[in-house]
């Protein structure tokens, strides 16, 4: 069974820096497209960054430069460095796989962020 | 970038109604399309991709269809469990989009 689970969230000032982490079993993170998607609290969803499975990566204009998608294959575990963190990146933060890059069928549970002061 | 318009953004509905969201890509993205369901607190669940292909597990009476700038998703019979909120995305091209979502309530 494939299992996502994301740990790392919290609350964090504006301008500081969190990691969050996917760990992932029942498959494996570095033959997979894998991919963040994020929720503002009452808001829709909205892609964050992918990952290819040979290693090229992409972002959405909104955190491009500020936030670092990577994984550790020996640990079988996705990342989402986050830096310059802003009041508009509170969200509930996703880890999915993504085959192909098209679509996202397997998610985790999701883990909240919240940046204030 | 590719903005992805649903419509209506909410609606109401009874159990056994048929009901149809419609999602619209500002230009074409082919078949690139793939809609989600989403229940309060929880994760969303892929339900078709491709515009009409039916994910592993989810029920037949979700269907979708579409290509170029045009797609719908047909719920057949309403069923309880089905009351959450409906999301489509474009996979043509970064960076990835989604609709602003359908709340499907009970009426």
């Known amino acids: 069974e494939v299992q996502l689970v994301e740990t790392g969230g919290g609350l964090i000032q504006p301008g500081g820096s969190l990691r969050l982490s996917c760990a992932a079993s029942?498959?494996?993170?570095?033959?997979?497209?894998m991919t963040w998607v994020r929720q503002a609290p009452g808001k829709g969803l909205e892609w964050v960054s992918i990952?290819?499975?040979?290693?090229?990566?992409y972002y959405s204009d909104s955190v491009k430069g500020r936030f670092t998608i990577s994984r550790d294959n020996s640990k079988n575990t996705l990342y989402l460095q986050m830096d310059s963190l802003r009041a508009e990146d509170t969200a509930v933060y996703y880890c999915?796989?993504?085959?192909?890059?098209?679509?996202?069928?397997?998610w985790g549970q999701g883990t909240l962020v919240t940046v204030s002061s | 970038d590719i903005q992805m318009t649903q419509s209506p953004s909410s609606v109401s509905a009874s159990v056994g109604d048929r009901v149809t969201i419609t999602c619209r890509a500002s230009?074409?993205?082919?078949?690139?399309l793939a809609w989600y369901q989403q229940k309060p607190g929880k994760a969303p669940n892929l339900l078709i991709y491709?515009?009409?292909s039916l994910y592993s597990g989810v029920p037949s009476r979700f269907s979708g269809s579409g290509s170029g700038t045009d797609f719908t998703l047909t719920i057949s019979s309403l069923q309880p469990e089905d009351f959450a909120t409906y999301y489509c995305?474009?996979?043509?091209?970064?960076?990835?989009?989604f609709g602003q979502g359908t709340k499907l309530e009970i009426k």
């Open positions: 999915a796989s993504a085959p192909n890059a098209y679509f996202f069928d397997y």
């Open positions: 029942g498959f494996t993170v570095s033959s997979n497209y």
């Open positions: 990952i290819y499975s040979g290693g090229s990566t």
């Open positions: 230009q074409g993205i082919s078949s690139t």
């Open positions: 491709t515009a009409s």
């Open positions: 995305q474009q996979a043509n091209s970064f960076p990835r989009t």
